[in-house]
C-alpha cells in the first residue's frame, strides 16, 4: 500500500513546475488536493480566475496563497484585484495602500498599485472616503554587524607631502587607519500616502536611523530624513507622467561631524507599454529628470557645495516575483567657498538592483552602486605636488530575507566597499557581515 500511494505521487507533476501552471484554471484545478500547500500554485491559480473574472473564487486561492507567503508583492496585488472585482473596493484600497508603503517596492510595481488604485477611486465617483484614499505605514529594522572599517579611513600606513625642493614621509597615526568592529543598527521609519481624483497622489517619507558601535565610538552615529513626492501618474500603458520631490537631509557623528543637505527633483515619468492585463498596468517604468541639492558640511564649511545634475530609473517587476532596477545620476558638486580643494567636482554614479523569491517565504537582493568623480583642479600642492583628485568607488550588497511571519521579517547578508584614488589619502576598503529582523504595521 505504501509503495502504491508513493508511485502515484511521483506520478503526480511538481506544484510549481512551468509546464503545470501555463495550463487552463479548470485543469489546474485538478492538482488543488495535492498542491494545496504550495504558494506558486495557489497564486497561479487565483490569477487565472481574475483573467476570467471568477474573482471570489480568485480570491479563495489568493488568500491561501498569502498564508504560504505573505510578503509576496504580485500575490497582494492579485488579492486586492479579486477583492475588488467581488466588490469589496473597501478592503482592496486598504490592501493597496498598505502594499505601497513598501520600502523594497521597484517603482514599476509602484506604478501597478497607483493605477490600480486610481482606477477604483474614479470608479466610485471621487467619493470615497479619506480611509480608503490615504494610508499609513510604520517599519521599525535592528541589525548587527561586524564592519573591517568602522570610520572608512584611507588604507595609509604613512604619508608623503610634496615640499618645495623635497619630499616629506610622516607615519600616519593608528587612530587614523582602519579600525574594525561590531555595531549596532536601529532605524524607525513612517510612510504616508494620499491618493487624490485624477491620479494625483502624495508620498511622505520619513526615517531616523541611529548606529552605535561599542568599541570605536567615533563611529556611532544618528540620521534623520524626510521625502514629500507629488506624481501624477500615467493614466495607462503608454502614458506619460510627471513627479516632482523635495527632501532633507541632517547627519550627526560622534567624531564631530555635522551635515544636512536640501533637495529638489522632477522629471518624467512613462508607463512602458506592456503585455499584461489592463488592470495590472506594464511591468516596466521609466523615469527622467533633473536634481539639485544644496549640501552643508556645517563642521568644515569650506567643504560644502551645491549639485545640479540629471537622473534616470528604468525598473520592472517580471512574473514570478521578480524585480529589477537600473538607475543613473551625471552632475556637478560646485563649492561654496571658493577655497575648496579640489574646486568643482564632477560626479556619475550607476546602481543595479535586483530582488529574486527564493522558495514560499524568501528572498535575495542584490544591490551594487560603482561611482566615479574628478575634480576640476588640483587638490593640494602638499598631495603630488597638486595632482588632481579622480575616486572610484565600488559598493554592493547582498542580503538574504526570510519572511517569519505577517509584518516580521529575518535578513542577513554581506556588504562591502573598494574605493580607488588618484591620492592615496582617499583609497579605502570596507567589508562587513550583518544580520537583523525587521517589523511594519
Same mark, same amino acid.
Given at each position: 500500500?505504501? *509503495? ?256 544636512? =543637505? ?117 587638490? =593640494? ?26 509584518? *516580521? ?12 584614488? =588618484? *591620492? ?18
Amino acid at each position: 500500500m505504501t *509503495l502504491w500511494m508513493s508511485s502515484a505521487l511521483a506520478q503526480q507533476p511538481a506544484c510549481d513546475d512551468p509546464a503545470a501552471l501555463s495550463q487552463t484554471a479548470d485543469t489546474l484545478r485538478q492538482s488543488l488536493q495535492h498542491c494545496q500547500n504550495n504558494a506558486s500554485y495557489l497564486a497561479r491559480l487565483g490569477r487565472l480566475y481574475i483573467q476570467e473574472q471568477r474573482y471570489a473564487e480568485a480570491a479563495d486561492h489568493l488568500e491561501r496563497a498569502l498564508l504560504f507567503d505573505p510578503e509576496n508583492p504580485e500575490t497582494q496585488l492579485d488579492y486586492a484585484l479579486a477583492l475588488a472585482g467581488s466588490g469589496d473596493a473597501a478592503s482592496a484600497l486598504n490592501l493597496v495602500f498598505a502594499l505601497g508603503q513598501r520600502p523594497d517596492l521597484p517603482d514599476a510595481l509602484r506604478q501597478s498599485l497607483r493605477l490600480a488604485g486610481e482606477q477604483w477611486v474614479q470608479a466610485a465617483g471621487g467619493a470615497a472616503s479619506n480611509s480608503l484614499t490615504q494610508a499609513t505605514r510604520m517599519s521599525t529594522g535592528m541589525r548587527t554587524g561586524y564592519d573591517s572599517n568602522l570610520l572608512g579611513a584611507p588604507q595609509l600606513r604613512s604619508l608623503t607631502l610634496t615640499l618645495p625642493g623635497e619630499n616629506i614621509t610622516l607615519p600616519v597615526d593608528g587612530s587614523s587607519q582602519p579600525r574594525p568592529g561590531l555595531y549596532a543598527r536601529t532605524d524607525l521609519r513612517l510612510e504616508h500616502s494620499r491618493l487624490q481624483p485624477g491620479g494625483h497622489r502624495w508620498d511622505l517619507q520619513a526615517a531616523v536611523l541611529q548606529r552605535n558601535s561599542p568599541r570605536v565610538v567615533d563611529a556611532s552615529s544618528t540620521q534623520a530624513e524626510l521625502q514629500l513626492e507629488h506624481t501624477l501618474s500615467p493614466a495607462k500603458p503608454g502614458d506619460w507622467g510627471h513627479y516632482a520631490s523635495v527632501a532633507f537631509t541632517a547627519l550627526h557623528t560622534h567624531a564631530g561631524t555635522r551635515y544636512s =543637505s536640501q533637495g529638489l527633483a522632477a522629471g518624467l515619468e512613462w508607463a512602458l507599454p506592456g503585455t499584461g492585463a489592463p488592470s495590472t498596468s506594464s511591468p516596466c517604468t521609466l523615469r527622467a529628470g533633473a536634481e539639485w541639492q544644496n549640501r552643508q558640511l556645517r563642521s568644515n564649511s569650506v567643504l560644502s557645495g551645491r549639485y545640479t545634475g540629471l537622473s534616470g530609473q528604468w525598473g520592472c517587476n517580471l512574473p514570478g516575483g521578480r524585480q529589477w532596477q537600473l538607475s543613473a545620476r551625471a552632475g556637478r558638486d560646485r563649492p561654496v567657498d571658493l577655497a575648496r580643494p579640489g574646486a568643482a567636482q564632477d560626479q556619475y554614479s550607476l546602481r543595479a538592483y535586483a530582488r529574486t523569491p527564493m522558495g514560499g517565504n524568501g528572498a535575495w537582493l542584490f544591490d551594487t552602486e560603482a561611482s566615479h568623480s574628478r575634480d576640476a583642479v588640483g587638490y =593640494s600642492p602638499l598631495l603630488d605636488s597638486g595632482r588632481r583628485r579622480t575616486i572610484a568607488r565600488l559598493t554592493f550588497r547582498v542580503e538574504y530575507q526570510h519572511n517569519l511571519a505577517p509584518g *516580521l521579517q529575518a535578513l542577513g547578508g554581506i556588504e562591502g566597499v573598494a574605493q580607488n584614488a =588618484s *591620492l592615496p589619502l582617499f583609497t579605502l576598503r570596507s567589508r562587513g557581515v550583518y544580520a537583523g529582523l525587521r517589523a511594519s504595521w
